[in-house]
């Protein structure tokens, strides 16, 4: 075997641990997506050496009309409203192996949802979905703070993060006089192994400082962002257009 196909092999083999123990969180309760988390954390921390650098990411001309082609033709109605679904079905314990999946962050302050990659909607797709997840998000009286890239090496393995943080806009409550911090700081991320992607993540950081509003709950978040009509057939028959490439 040459060293090429070592590394594709070693390589595939990693990726199917992978989407193993995202299958083993769907049935099992004692694995959740805290586990999943740590495990690609360290996973990929550098035991020496710098850190890894993040980078500004913009996309090209050609991208950003495909990406405008993709909204306008609604294409992202085939995942907004099933993976809001997925949501509140794991949240209420019905969540099974089928269908999209969900698994669910919640620490003090801090809540959130991981989205779980699923083949049938194509890489491209989902950087559209990722992308377009953000945009909702400028609707809701935020602002784009940053959109940064990080890749971290180890042996034939990257991980490759994508990430956008959202800072609502500066407003004041009427009633009060506090600034409005509406669901608090909010992170949008992709993940993605070898370029194969693994989960968006969507988090929300309350601002618990004196002089800020509280802030709404993560499913009023949820509900703002993905509450949406369901597929159509038009929208269905779009997915092998845009499922490789983005």
């Not at 035991?47 to 996309?59: D, F, I, R, S």
């Not at 950003?64 to 209420?92: I, T």
């Not at 991980?159 to 911090?181: H, I, R, S």
């Not at 989960?199 to 993560?218: E, H, M, Y």
Request: with cysteine; proline share 7%.
């Amino acid at each position: 075997m040459g060293i090429g196909t070592a590394c594709r092999a070693k390589s595939a083999w990693f990726w199917l641990c992978v989407q193993k123990l995202f299958a083993a969180a769907r049935v099992s309760a004692s694995l959740n997506s805290h586990v999943l988390f740590d495990f690609l954390q360290k996973l990929f921390r550098p035991k020496q050496g710098p850190k890894a650098e993040w980078h500004a990411v913009t996309l090209s001309p050609a991208q950003a009309r495909r990406h405008a082609r993709w909204v306008e033709q609604q294409v992202f109605l085939n995942w907004l409203e099933p993976y809001f679904k997925a949501y509140h079905l794991h949240k209420g314990g019905a969540g099974g192996a089928r269908g999209f999946q969900v698994q669910l962050l919640n620490e003090p302050g801090r809540q959130g949802a991981m989205f779980i990659y699923d083949p049938s909607i194509g890489p491209g797709n989902f950087r559209h979905f990722y992308e377009h997840l953000g945009e909702r998000l400028l609707t809701l009286g935020y602002h784009r703070a940053c959109a940064d890239r990080c890749t971290q090496r180890r042996q034939q393995l990257s991980e490759t993060v994508l990430k956008q943080l959202f800072k609502p806009n500066p407003t004041d409550c009427p009633k009060t006089g506090d600034c409005n911090q509406r669901y608090g700081l909010v992170t949008i991320d992709l993940v993605a192994l070898n370029g194969q992607p693994v989960f968006i993540r969507i988090v929300s950081n309350a601002v618990l400082q004196p002089g800020f509003t509280p802030a709404d709950s993560f499913d009023a978040l949820l509900q703002e962002l993905l509450h949406a009509p369901p597929p159509t057939p038009v929208t269905e028959a779009l997915i092998s257009e845009y499922h490789n490439r983005f």
